[in-house]
């Protein structure tokens, strides 16, 4: 089965890290971009960054940017998403998503998604 799980998510303390996990299965993982992208309650998707298929390019939204790493293994068939100075309004339902191209702000250009993983930032 062709599929994405993102996992990794949990309760954070405001001011810390966190790093979700997406193991891909299915398909040949080295041949596409891995996407990030997060919905909070009540609120639009909001595309966090890329990874391209090599994993030697990423590219990250402006909300995030510095405080996010999007890398991948693989060998592994994973990618992974790492940010630092969380605050609650980092709190999200976060997914990983299979990039096709040729634009990020088409959610139609991305064509498998993982389930999400909840990631809850709070003292």
């Known amino acids: 089965e062709v599929q994405l799980q993102a996992s990794g998510g949990g309760l954070v303390q405001p001011g810390g890290s966190l790093k979700l996990f997406c193991a891909a299965s299915g398909y040949t993982f080295k041949d596409y971009a891995i996407s990030w992208a997060r919905q909070a309650p009540g609120k639009e998707r909001e595309w966090l960054g890329v990874i391209n298929n090599g994993g030697g390019l990423t590219y990250y939204g402006d909300s995030v940017e510095g405080r996010i790493t999007i890398t991948r293994d693989n060998s592994e068939n994973i990618a992974f998403l790492k940010m630092d100075d969380l605050t609650p309004e980092d709190t999200a339902r976060y997914y990983c998503?299979?990039?096709?191209?040729?634009?990020?702000?088409?959610?139609?250009?991305?064509?498998?998604w993982g389930q999400g993983t909840l990631v809850t930032v709070s003292s």
């Open positions: 998503m299979r990039y096709r191209g040729p634009v990020y702000t088409d959610w139609s250009n991305f064509d498998l």
